[in-house]
């Protein structure tokens, strides 16, 4: 079965860490570029990072660079997503993307709360 499943949501208080975690299985992951989106009640779903299929560069949104970091490790066909230095604002769902040349997948979401 085609799919991605995230993990490592939670709550944490401000100032916290979360790592998340992008599992796929049953495509070929490493041909993706897989993304980081998140939604808040009320908002729009809002890009966060990406990490190519290539040369694994990476890009940020300007809300986040410095306290986010994007990786990928193609053996364990997982991506994830280690944010640091958390703030309310960080509240929200998080989704994974992976887009393809010809196919896109998302994930159900995790829900990342920072609150005291």
């Known amino acids: 079965q085609e799919q991605l499943v995230e993990s490592g949501g939670g709550l944490v208080q401000p100032g916290g860490s979360l790592r998340l975690s992008c599992a796929a299985s049953?495509?070929?992951?490493?041909?993706?570029?897989v993304s980081w989106y998140r939604q808040a009640p009320g908002k729009e779903r809002e890009l966060v990072a990406t990490?190519?299929?290539?040369?694994?560069?990476?890009n940020y949104a300007d809300s986040v660079k410095g306290r986010f970091t994007i990786s990928r490790d193609n053996l364990k066909i997982t991506v994830y997503l280690q944010m640091n230095s958390l703030k309310p604002e960080d509240t929200a769902r998080y989704y994974c993307?992976?887009?393809?040349?010809?196919?896109?997948?998302w994930g159900q979401g995790t829900q990342v709360t920072v609150s005291s």
């Open positions: 990490i190519r299929n290539t040369g694994g560069s990476t």
């Open positions: 049953g495509f070929t992951f490493s041909r993706y570029i």
């Open positions: 993307n992976a887009r393809g040349e010809y196919r896109e997948y």
